[in-house]
């Protein structure tokens, strides 16, 4: 059932993901009237990642700390931002927040 629920999970981040860019998620950050868009949207993402174990790591870390962490990397490299932006997130929270491989130790 857990497996199913995060299928549906990613299904609908990955189906809105498709048109929802790194040029949107950075408009959605600047914009004081849409922002919950995109805290939304990096939470829900964020969430399904943690849910898949595909980043580790996470447990003192907030919100409001990932999301300043996406602002950073839009700002910082603007030429990635016409990629999708759970691609980006992805990437980002893979890099900061891996998680172990079978039989690695610390």
């Known amino acids: 059932m857990k497996k199913i629920i995060i299928a549906l999970t990613l299904s609908v981040v990955s189906l809105y993901?498709?048109?929802?860019?790194?040029?949107?998620?950075?408009?959605?950050?600047?914009?004081?009237?849409?922002v919950g868009i995109a805290i939304g949207y990096i939470g829900g993402t964020t969430d399904a990642l943690i849910a898949n174990?595909?980043?580790?790591?996470?447990?003192?870390?907030?919100?409001?700390q990932i999301i300043d962490m996406t602002r950073q990397m839009?700002?910082?490299?603007?030429?990635?931002?016409?990629?999708?932006?759970?691609?980006?997130?992805?990437f980002m929270l893979k890099k900061q927040f891996p998680c172990k491989k079978k039989g690695q130790y610390v």
């Open 74 to 90: 839009l700002t910082n490299v603007p030429q990635i931002r016409n990629l999708q932006a759970a691609d980006l997130l992805t």
């Open 53 to 64: 174990e595909i980043i580790c790591g996470t447990d003192d870390i907030t919100i409001n």
């Open 17 to 34: 993901s498709h048109a929802y860019t790194g040029n949107d998620l950075m408009k959605h950050l600047e914009d004081e009237a849409n």
